[in-house]
């Protein structure tokens, strides 16, 4: 996936001169970067989850708080699960889980899958360029 996100960039770039950065190609064209993408995909896969709409197998690996004595439980935020290995950390109940604990509070609480999805991308491709702007002073 990432080699044909590279391919994609590269064919994007190939007409730009040399000072022109790839990232002024994602902001013009409304692209998430290879790592929001990512991201948008665990999700996407995390919604249904959240509202019931996944298959049951799904359900036991993302999961809510059940208690509301801590900070976390009482934003919303998934329960991501303590794993001591790298190759534990990269699977989709940690992955997913921590993607979707970054998301504000108004994206969580849109109930409707399509409305989550766009509303959701449209925050992140404003975070991407926010970045932007602000690494560029």
């Keep these: 996936m990432s080699i044909l996100y590279c391919l994609f960039i590269h064919f994007c770039y190939q007409n ?4 022109y ?3 002024h190609i ?8 290879f790592a929001n993408f990512v991201d948008f995909q665990y999700v996407k896969l995390v919604f249904p989850c959240l509202y019931g709409l996944a298959p049951q197998p799904l359900f036991k690996y993302v ?3 059940q208690s509301r004595s801590t900070r976390a439980a009482s934003s919303g935020n998934c329960k991501v699960p303590f794993c001591k290995t790298s190759f534990a950390q990269s ?4 992955k997913g889980a921590k ?3 970054t998301l504000p509070d ?6 409707d899958f399509h409305i989550f ?3 959701t991308k449209f925050w992140l491709v404003q975070q991407q360029i926010l970045y932007v702007l602000m690494s560029s002073f």
């Design 99 to 101: 993607s979707s604990n």
């Design 106 to 111: 108004h994206l969580e609480s849109i109930a």
């Design 21 to 23: 950065h790839h990232c």
């Design 26 to 33: 994602l902001s013009k064209y409304n692209f998430l970067s």
């Design 16 to 19: 730009m001169s040399k000072r």
């Design 117 to 119: 999805k766009k509303a």
């Design 91 to 94: 699977t989709f109940s940690v």
């Design 63 to 65: 999961q809510k708080p």
